[in-house]
């Protein structure tokens, strides 16, 4: 494989999150970098690769330059082997039949969860966000794996409010909860890529990416990091995913 | 926090004894459609997102200037700013509330929520439509997975986690969801309510026969013999239709499965207006697209020629190939 030498960092997020699917995997995937990671998968590695939409599409399959804008437009639907009314398409997450859930994030903490609700109070909030959509469904019922942008003030201690559970405070506390299925699998930033504790549930760093040092990774997060013992760096981006990455997105509306 | 938002089941099932369920025709315009919602009623809208959005009629209740409307939908775009911009609104229920991921936050979402007390009342994506299915069913409440445990759930004592009885399990128990009124748009339908969907239905199944009410647009009414050369194409039956109004182009400048994309020069510039500033520019927005043209036709004409044509071609693409 041919190293590429120049991406962005939405590229290089883009590419190392594909690299974490697997062949014959469902996979149920927000829209922007999460589905552009798993079209990248399934035309690189993974043909048997299955991705769910919240909008109710069940195998779809998306055409390079023509990337839906949202997971509930008729773009999602062309090709795809079923439209499910939305409620249907997320209970076959409660029922079990989704592998792995991959979604962006605004703001993450230690163990894993995620908020897209509110900055500062919630009773008087700075921001108002969006909000959940299918994110909290997504992230309660499946292994998640989520995409971001590594930024101190994204990779906070405790969130502001947990929009999407990972493993809540730690140790059983997602399983007490009553979420005894899934839980936070991966983070990819454009700076590493981490796993969480088998007992604490704390983050920790798996692998850096290329060019990444310790203390970059550390300096820009919000909490104290652990490292991995096997702690590796990342194979960079190959001219063959570059290559088709750019493809998918010819416009970069996902990958500027 | 806890309103008496249950329905009572009596007064469910008297509300649909005293609807008028024959096969009858109930075509009327969109001025009368839209007077069906009063001042104060739960208004159910379909589709999601940027997707069969009921524009026309949302546009026709704003005109009307009606009042503290509480509306739900699974997922709210500009439809949501429109709803609390124009005052008509005061409360929604949704799972997602911006214009669309393209654009990042709405300032009119922010504005009315943050500074102005407006309620954007957040459930997960499938709490909305478990809420929507009881409401459906007929029953007070439905168990679900999601949501414990979370920040979200906190925020809703309307939900109650429970034991359950079986298992001894953690479930969380959300309750029905009955609007007054459904506002639903789709392809085609007839004369009686009939109504086809292409492509994704979204909730609008289940929030049809939740609704005490429902209002169809349609972008166009079909002969009876149409609907029944495929019954199995019929999502909402006309049992559970109150009103169909044809409505050409009716979720613009959203998009409609099969006959156009969202019109999104139009979406880029108004997003750009309001969220700028989310007062004045709401309010330029609402005189000139809103409140100014004559009619549904006039606002179409605002939104362009050239831009609808373009928005068809990019969404009867998807029956090319």
């Known amino acids: 494989m041919t190293e590429a030498s120049n991406y962005t960092a939405s590229e290089i997020l883009a590419i190392l999150a594909s690299r974490q699917l697997k062949d014959g995997q469902v996979v149920f995937a927000g829209v922007g970098t999460p589905l552009l990671a798993a079209t990248l998968a399934q035309q690189l590695r993974c043909p048997g690769l299955t991705i769910l939409f919240e909008g109710g599409v069940v195998g779809a399959f998306v055409e390079a330059g023509k990337l839906p804008p949202s997971t509930n437009d008729q773009r999602c639907t062309k090709r795809a082997n079923m439209v499910l009314g939305s409620a249907d398409v997320l209970l076959l997450l409660q029922r079990g039949y989704v592998d792995i859930g991959f979604m962006g994030g605004a703001q993450i903490d230690q163990f894993g969860n995620l908020n897209s609700s509110f900055i500062g109070d919630p009773a008087a909030p700075k921001t108002r966000l969006p909000g959940t959509g299918g994110g909290n469904d997504i992230s309660s019922l499946t292994n998640m794996i989520v995409a971001m942008k590594h930024e101190k003030r994204r990779f906070v201690e405790k969130v502001d409010f947990i929009t999407s559970p990972g493993f809540i405070r730690g140790g059983n506390s997602r399983r007490e909860s009553g979420l005894p299925a899934g839980g936070m699998f991966r983070v990819i930033t454009e700076l590493a890529i981490f796993g969480f504790d088998e007992t604490t549930r704390r983050m920790r760093v798996l692998a850096l ?48 | 926090m806890l309103e008496a938002q249950l329905e009572p089941y009596s007064r469910l099932r008297e509300n649909l004894a005293a609807r008028d369920r024959s096969l009858r025709e109930k075509v009327m315009s969109l001025e009368e459609a839209a007077g069906l919602v009063q001042d104060g009623m739960k208004v159910g809208i379909g589709g999601s997102t940027m997707s069969r959005t009921p524009m026309a009629l949302i546009w026709e209740i704003i005109r009307q200037r009606r009042q503290n409307l509480s509306c739900s939908r699974c997922i709210v775009s500009t439809d949501g700013d429109l709803l609390f911009g124009s005052g008509v ?6 799972s997602w509330f911006a214009q669309g991921i393209l654009w990042g936050l709405s300032k009119v979402m922010r504005h009315h929520v943050e500074t102005q007390g407006k309620r954007y009342e957040e459930w997960s994506h499938m709490g909305v439509g478990m809420r929507l299915r009881a409401g459906g069913m007929g029953v007070p409440f439905l168990p679900m997975r999601a949501m414990l445990g979370s920040d979200v759930m906190r925020q809703r004592p309307e939900a109650k986690p429970i034991d359950c009885p079986f298992t001894g399990e953690r479930l969380l128990l959300v309750p029905a969801l009955n609007p007054d009124v459904a506002l639903i748009h789709v392809q085609r339908c007839d004369a009686y309510g009939n109504a086809q969907i292409d492509g994704l239905q979204f909730m609008d199944i289940d929030l ?22 495929h019954p199995d194409q019929t999502k909402i039956a006309f049992l559970c239709v109150d009103a169909v109004v044809e409505v050409p182009y009716g979720a613009a400048p959203h998009e409609c499965f099969g006959i156009y994309e969202p019109m999104l020069k139009h979406m880029d510039a108004y997003v750009k207006q309001v969220n700028a500033d989310p007062v004045k520019g709401m309010q330029e927005y609402l005189e000139k697209y809103f409140y100014g043209p004559k009619n549904w036709n006039e606002y179409l004409e605002l939104i362009g020629l050239e831009e609808l044509l373009e928005a068809s071609q990019r969404g009867r693409s998807i029956y090319n190939d």
């Open chain 1, 209 to 256: 990416n290329p060019g990444v040092s310790r203390e970059e990774v550390q300096d820009n997060t919000g909490f104290k990091l652990e490292f991995d013992a096997n702690l590796h760096v990342t194979e960079p981006p190959t001219t063959r995913e570059l290559q088709i990455l750019r493809q998918l997105d010819p416009e970069r509306l996902f990958t500027a």
């Open chain 2, 89 to 94: 609104s005061d409360h929604i229920i949704t």
């Open chain 2, 208 to 229: 049809a026969l939740a609704a005490n009410k429902v209002i169809l647009t349609t972008e166009r009414i079909v002969s009876n013999d149409q609907i029944r050369r």
